[in-house]
């Protein structure tokens, strides 16, 4: 069976590794990246607490051993599906069944000036950019004279009250608490303002009441402004207008609010459900093709547990990928008697660190909500035995003790490529 897997993300790169040395098998992994990206770390990136190869792992590097599985840097182009070939910018590649795990990228739902102006953080390369930014809007705040435009400079707005803009919003007040007042001491830090805008009444809202409330104590107590019920309308790079009215005068808008699927050209419109999402019967299989199956964030698949789809997280995609593994071996094997297996999503928890010593974490079975340095402990914990490779888990872990104990982070570092090249 030659199998193509378009993505080499948490869904994608899962399903490599299921179907590596079985026989029946030959695959062709697709990327854009050399790399796979551990992408609930990028805030830390994004906040100098972590380098971008901390968490990042070459995926030719994971396919040392297996000998039926090839790996291509390849931007797709288009799926023809009536000729079963993937089109990309390095050539077409024939295939008997195919698997699209592109995942997310930042959906701005259309608004120019967002795009223009706010920052994304869905790769490595935009929370390096981030982290940059960050360190430039202080270096600026020196050399202004007026307050006003100061306070522009010292003005953060993190868009987006999920889990990643919770975690943003803790790590950026951390930094103001422990490390930006003794890099820039002529600054005064007690006017820097972190404001995190939610559209619903809550943070977190996917979580349980608890988490959100305690998630939102927390924020508060670091200093962070939340303001729930609250729409960003527009942003021209210098203020942010909210659809209350208020406008908050910065120059650094970060937008963690929403996400849409990559679909690849060639997937009809009919096929394409709310928020940019194939639709997928429960064996994963695109609708109305027994070939062509997506996965993870860009798959919508209703469930009697989950009416409106999964959540777009990464233990939906590595689930997906192991009952499309399990799936295409009763297909290679031609057992016409084996019935494929039905997805049913076993939803593990969740959880949101937000700041030093401070998480939340839900937990279905038994059903509990844990937070404060308990939830940090398990959140520490998970994520560092998920990251791909002992070299990085080591870096991490070293990176996370020396923050800890410092009180610091050793990467603020800003490297303007475009001034070096000039020079």
Same mark, same amino acid.
């Given at each position: 069976?030659?199998?193509?897997?378009?993505?080499?993300?948490?869904?994608?790169?899962? !399903?490599?590794?299921?179907?590596?040395?079985?026989?029946? %098998? #030959?695959?062709? *992994? /697709?990327? @854009?990246?050399?790399?796979? $990206?551990?992408?609930?770390?990028?805030?830390?990136?994004?906040?100098?607490?972590?380098?971008?190869?901390?968490?990042?792992?070459?995926?030719?590097?994971?396919?040392?051993?297996?000998?039926?599985?090839?790996?291509?840097?390849?931007?797709?182009?288009?799926?023809?599906?009536?000729?079963?070939?993937?089109?990309?910018?390095?050539?077409?590649?024939?295939?008997?069944?195919?698997?699209?795990?592109?995942?997310?990228?930042?959906?701005?739902?259309?608004?120019?000036?967002?795009?223009?102006?706010?920052?994304?953080?869905?790769?490595?390369?935009?929370? !390096?950019?981030?982290?940059?930014?960050?360190?430039?809007? %202080? #270096?600026?705040? *020196? /050399?202004? @004279?007026?307050?006003?435009? $100061?306070?522009?400079?010292?003005?953060?707005?993190?868009?987006?009250?999920?889990?990643?803009?919770?975690?943003?919003?803790?790590?950026?007040?951390?930094?103001?608490?422990?490390?930006?007042?003794?890099?820039?001491?002529?600054?005064?830090?007690?006017?820097?303002?972190?404001?995190?805008?939610?559209?619903?009444?809550?943070?977190?809202?996917?979580?349980?009441?608890?988490?959100?409330?305690?998630?939102?104590?927390?924020?508060?107590?670091?200093?962070?402004?939340?303001?729930?019920?609250?729409?960003?309308?527009?942003?021209?790079?210098?203020?942010?207008?909210?659809?209350?009215?208020?406008?908050?005068?910065?120059?650094?808008?970060?937008?963690?609010?929403?996400?849409?699927?990559?679909?690849?050209?060639?997937?009809?419109?009919?096929?394409?459900?709310?928020?940019?999402?194939?639709?997928?019967?429960?064996?994963?299989?695109?609708?109305?093709?027994?070939?062509?199956?997506?996965?993870?964030?860009?798959?919508?698949?209703?469930?009697?547990?989950?009416?409106?789809?999964?959540?777009?997280?990464?233990?939906?995609?590595?689930?997906?990928?192991?009952?499309?593994?399990?799936?295409?071996?009763?297909?290679?094997?031609?057992?016409?008697?084996?019935?494929?297996?039905?997805?049913?999503?076993?939803?593990?928890?969740?959880?949101?660190?937000?700041?030093?010593?401070?998480?939340?974490?839900?937990?279905?079975?038994?059903?509990?909500?844990?937070?404060?340095?308990?939830?940090?402990?398990?959140?520490?914990?998970?994520?560092?035995?998920?990251?791909?490779?002992?070299?990085?888990?080591?870096?991490?872990?070293?990176?996370?003790?020396?923050?800890?104990?410092?009180?610091?982070?050793?990467?603020?570092?800003?490297?303007?490529?475009?001034?070096?090249?000039?020079?």
């Amino acid at each position: 069976m030659k199998l193509i897997i378009i993505g080499g993300g948490f869904g994608g790169l899962r !399903l490599a590794r299921k179907l590596s040395n079985k026989a029946g %098998f #030959e695959i062709t *992994l /697709l990327d @854009k990246f050399n790399y796979h $990206q551990f992408q609930p770390l990028f805030y830390q990136v994004a906040t100098a607490g972590l380098d971008a190869s901390n968490i990042s792992f070459p995926l030719r590097k994971v396919f040392h051993n297996a000998t039926n599985i090839r790996f291509r840097v390849a931007e797709v182009q288009q799926i023809i599906s009536e000729q079963k070939i993937v089109v990309t910018n390095i050539g077409n590649f024939e295939y008997d069944a195919l698997v699209i795990a592109t995942g997310a990228d930042t959906n701005f739902f259309g608004n120019q000036q967002l795009m223009d102006n706010a920052l994304p953080m869905k790769s490595s390369v935009e929370a !390096l950019q981030l982290r940059y930014r960050l360190l430039e809007n %202080f #270096e600026s705040a *020196l /050399l202004v @004279k007026d307050a006003a435009s $100061q306070q522009r400079f010292m003005n953060i707005v993190i868009v987006g009250g999920g889990p990643t803009g919770v975690e943003l919003s803790g790590a950026i007040a951390d930094m103001k608490r422990f490390v930006l007042p003794k890099d820039y001491p002529e600054l005064d830090f007690k006017k820097m303002k972190i404001y995190l805008v939610e559209s619903s009444s809550k943070i977190l809202g996917a979580m349980s009441e608890v988490s959100s409330m305690r998630s939102r104590k927390y924020l508060e107590k670091l200093g962070v402004t939340i303001l729930t019920g609250n729409i960003l309308k527009d942003y021209d790079g210098q203020n942010a207008v909210l659809q209350n009215g208020d406008i908050i005068a910065t120059n650094m808008v970060i937008w963690a609010a929403g996400i849409k699927g990559n679909v690849p050209l060639g997937i009809s419109q009919e096929l394409i459900a709310r928020g940019n999402r194939i639709k997928v019967d429960r064996h994963c299989r695109v609708q109305g093709f027994n070939d062509i199956y997506a996965i993870g964030d860009v798959a919508y698949m209703e469930e009697p547990a989950y009416p409106n789809g999964h959540p777009q997280v990464a233990p939906v995609a590595m689930q997906q990928a192991d009952t499309i593994a399990n799936n295409l071996k009763r297909i290679e094997m031609k057992s016409s008697g084996a019935l494929l297996e039905e997805f049913v999503y076993n939803n593990q928890g969740s959880m949101a660190t937000v700041g030093r010593n401070l998480a939340v974490v839900d937990m279905p079975k038994p059903k509990l909500s844990i937070g404060g340095f308990l939830a940090w402990m398990i959140w520490m914990g998970l994520h560092l035995m998920l990251i791909l490779g002992v070299k990085n888990r080591f870096f991490v872990f070293c990176n996370w003790l020396y923050n800890y104990f410092t009180y610091d982070q050793s990467l603020r570092l800003i490297f303007n490529v475009k001034s070096e090249r000039k020079k």
